[in-house]
C-alpha cells in the first residue's frame, strides 16, 4: 500500500487520470442500465458522473502533509445543506424541465442519488488541509463576481452573436429560434436548468477535477494552451459510455474527430476563465453550466456558425492572453509545492 501511495504523490497528473477513469468506466454499465429504466442503478450513475472530483479528493487526501484540524461539524453542516439544496434542484428539474410527477417514491430516491454531490462539497470543509484548500474556490464568490458573471453569460452571448450571424449568411432566419415560455416563466426555466447542470454535475463532477485538479499540475509543467490541449484529449473520451448510453455514434471515427474539435474551443475558454479568476473552480463550474443550459433553451442553433463563433473567440482568448506562453510558479492557478501552495491558498482565502 505504501508503494501505492508513494506512486500517486510523485505521479499525481497520471493518478488522477487512471482513477477518473476507473471509476467512470468502472460503472460505466450504469449509464445504459439507467436509460433502459432500471432507476436502482441511479446511484452508480451519479457516482460514475463525479469520477474527476472523486479522483482529485482522493489523490489530495492521499498527498496530504499536514494533520486533520478542527472538527466535523462544519462538513457535516456543509454535507446537510448541500444535500438539501442540491436534492431541491434535482427535483425541480424534473417537475418543471421533465415535467415528471413528484411522488413519495422519487422524492426518497432523490435524496440517495445526491449523496455525491454533497460529499464532494462538503469536502471543501474537510478536516484535511489539503482537501480543504484544494476545494475552497468551490464554494467561495468573494474576489470573483466579475468573473462569475463573465462566465455565466459568455456562451449564451456567443450563441446570439452566432444567430444573426447565421441569418446574414442565408443559413438560418433568426425566426427559427422559439423560446418554450417567455417572460418570468422563460427566467425561471432557466434558473432551473442552471441550478440542474451546475450540481450534475457540471461544476461538482467534472470541473472540480478537471480544472481543479488537472489543469492547475499540468500548468505547472507546461503552457495553458499545451495543458489544455492535453485536457482535450482526456475530457471528451471520458463521456464514452454516457455518449453510448445516449445513442451517439462512438464508433464513427468523424464522430470523434467533430466531437474533439467542438470540444477543444470549450476547453480553452474555460481554461482561460480558471486561469483569469486566479483558479476559481466555481467560475469553471459556472462556465460549464451556464454553455448546457443555454444549449437546450436554443435546440435548433446552427451548430456550423456557433462553432466557427467560439472558436473565433478561443483564438482571441490564445493571443490576447499569450496562452502558449507559461504561467509564473506563484500563479494561483498552478500547482505548486504542498507546503507553498498551501500557504498561498491560505492568503487568497484572507483576501
Known sequence: MNKITDWIKRHQIAAFFIITFAITWGLGFSYDAVYKGQILLIPLAFVATCGPALAGIIITSVSNTQPRQGTRIASWIAFFVAWVVSAL?????????????????????????????AFVISMAFSRIPAVRNYLSSLVRLRGVWGWAFLALVMVPGLILLSIPISSFLGRQPITSHQFPETGWVLIGLIAVKFFYQFFFFNATGEEVGWRGFAL????????????????????????LFLWMAEGRSIFSPE??????????????????????????????????????????????????????????????????????????????????????GEKNNVELSQQ
Not at 92 to 113: E, Q, W
Not at 216 to 225: E, G, I, N, V
Not at 279 to 308: C, E, K, Q, R
Open 216 to 239: 492547475p499540475r499540468l500548468q505547472s509543467l507546461t503552457s495553458p494552451l499545451i495543458a489544455c490541449l492535453v485536457m482535450n484529449i482526456f475530457w471528451p473520451l471520458w463521456h
Open 89 to 117: 434542484a434535482f427535483l425541480a428539474n424534473n417537475k418543471f424541465i421533465n415535467h415528471a410527477a413528484l411522488s413519495p417514491v422519487m422524492v426518497g430516491i432523490t435524496l440517495v442519488i445526491v449523496v455525491p454531490v
Open 255 to 340: 464522430y470523434w474527430g467533430r466531437t474533439y474539435l467542438e470540444l477543444l474551443p470549450a476547453t480553452v475558454t474555460i481554461g482561460w476563465l480558471y486561469n483569469r479568476s486566479k483558479g476559481s473552480i466555481l467560475v469553471a463550474g459556472i462556465a460549464h453550466a451556464a454553455a448546457n443550459t443555454a444549449f437546450m433553451f436554443f435546440p435548433n442553433l446552427d451548430w456550423t456558425v456557433y462553432n466557427m463563433t467560439v472558436s473565433v473567440a478561443a483564438l482571441m482568448l490564445i493571443v490576447v492572453d499569450r496562452m502558449w506562453k507559461k504561467l509564473p510558479s506563484d500563479h494561483p492557478a498552478v500547482y505548486q509545492t504542498p507546503g507553498l
